[in-house]
């Protein structure tokens, strides 16, 4: 940050002979993440000739969200940012207010960032969760599936395990694997955001369905419907065959156990794909990746978009970099390293690995669902996951319950 800073600070450059230059904030921390973003920035800058990106990322999401709407707010925005399709983008366009009014981001241009109209080559879905009113305020580079189960092939084939595609398949193996002490289900919840992903973006819709799921999620049903406080009851099931250290280690420490073998699954948004990768899983090979058990139809997606905020401090260079993240070469070029599949629907598939190619496959014929970040705004999700956390760390649905019902007006004065 300090190297960012002192280069971003040279305001007595002149424009027109001063290197390009991007401050780009991120949560990308990660092994995939970071690799995945190299890759993109070696396509820009051997497009923009001496171009610099500058990948301001902070630890993790909540503290990547908490420094940007300070600096949004002090009107001291990055050159451009990362946010999650939906509720997490939206509130930055629908800033303190229904329209889009007093938007914190410039609505975007197709013609100018890809050449043409961003629906000749992006998904409508995905479109319509990155704009509001008609216009496009963010630029998609990628689609993740939360409903993910990664799974390390020899621990199953060594115990002659067949994956799951139900939960009392699930319940089953994890005895199983239970029995040969191997860890049925690894989860990294030190961030309490992946209990959230975990419980309602997996189980809820594997138990209750996707219809259920969206009404809940959108305010329209009773905050206390009994099938939300049942699957809060099967959380705690489900948490039994969790690792005992889940709650002081992150997702990616979770993905790790699974490619040692020291766990035989984990569920995570398919990043996890690229972080396997990175400590030498092979897709398809060592490990393998299908729905959470119960939702297979179902694809729960997120997309990484990059948004131009209104004032940004090198706005020409920012749009030549959102046009990089928006090309073909750009995500073809991120995409197989981060374990996403590519937001544009012009790409040749043979450059992916077989599982992106399924998760394409699905992406294309399944049901799709936003995930949490696109339905609720934060007011709800940092809540609720809060008390999810001390569901989990009391083994009593209580917690969580409570805040369901204490925050469940937030999300029908979202979607009134």
């Known amino acids: 940050m300090l190297v960012a ?24 921390t ?25 990948n301001a990322a902070a630890k993790d999401s909540a503290t990547a969200r908490d420094r ?41 241009d197709g013609r100018a960032i890809v050449g043409r109209d961003f629906r000749d080559v992006f998904p409508e879905a995905v479109l319509s969760a990155a704009g509001f009113g008609g216009q496009v305020y963010a630029v ?3 689609i993740h599936r939360t409903n993910s189960l990664f799974y390390n092939k020899q621990v199953f084939a060594d115990l002659g395990l067949v994956v799951p595609e139900s939960l009392d398949e699930l319940y089953a ?69 969790t690792n005992s250290d889940a709650r002081q280690i992150e997702w990616d ?36 990746q299908v729905p959470f058990p119960g939702t297979a139809g179902v694809f729960v997606f997120t997309a990484d978009t990059f948004p131009l905020p209104k004032g940004a401090p090198r706005r020409k260079d920012a749009l030549d970099f959102l046009g990089t993240l928006a090309s073909l070469e750009g995500q073809n070029a991120f995409n197989p390293i981060k374990g996403s599949i590519p937001a544009r629907t012009d790409i040749d598939q043979a450059a992916y690995d077989v599982l992106a190619r399924a998760m394409i496959k699905d992406f294309r014929r399944d049901t799709l669902e936003l995930a949490l970040s696109g339905l609720a705004p934060a007011a709800f999700n940092d809540y609720v996951q809060a008390g999810l956390g001390d569901m989990v760390d009391q083994r009593n649905p209580e917690p969580a319950r409570f805040a369901l019902m204490n925050r469940y007006d937030v999300l029908q004065a979202t979607n009134r």
């Open 140 to 142: 998609p580079v990628n």
């Open 173 to 241: 193996v994890g005895d199983q694997l239970m029995e040969h002490g191997v860890v049925p289900l690894a989860v990294g919840a030190k961030g309490s955001w992946t209990l959230a992903l975990l419980f309602f973006e997996n189980l809820l819709i594997a138990k209750e369905g996707v219809a259920f799921y969206d009404d809940y999620f959108a305010g329209r049903v009773d905050a206390a419907d009994p099938r939300v406080l049942e699957v809060l009851d099967e959380s705690l099931r489900l948490w039994r065959y």
């Open 5 to 28: 800073g002192a280069l971003l600070g040279c305001s007595g450059t002149d424009e027109a002979t001063r290197a390009p230059l991007v401050e780009l904030f991120s949560w990308w």
């Open 30 to 54: 990660k092994p995939g993440e970071v690799e995945a973003l190299d890759a993109v920035l070696v396509v820009h800058e051997e497009h923009h000739q001496g171009a610099k990106v500058i």
């Open 253 to 288: 420490a979770a993905v790790a156990m699974v490619h040692e073998g020291r766990a035989a699954m984990t569920v995570m948004g398919d990043w996890a794909k690229g972080t396997l990768e990175q400590l030498g899983g092979v897709p398809g090979k060592t490990f393998g």
């Open 68 to 108: 940007l709407r300070t600096r949004l707010e002090n009107r001291e925005p990055p050159d451009t940012f990362q946010a999650n399709v939906g509720q997490d983008l939206l509130r930055w366009v629908l800033y303190n207010g229904a329209d889009a009014s007093e938007s914190k981001l410039e609505p975007l």
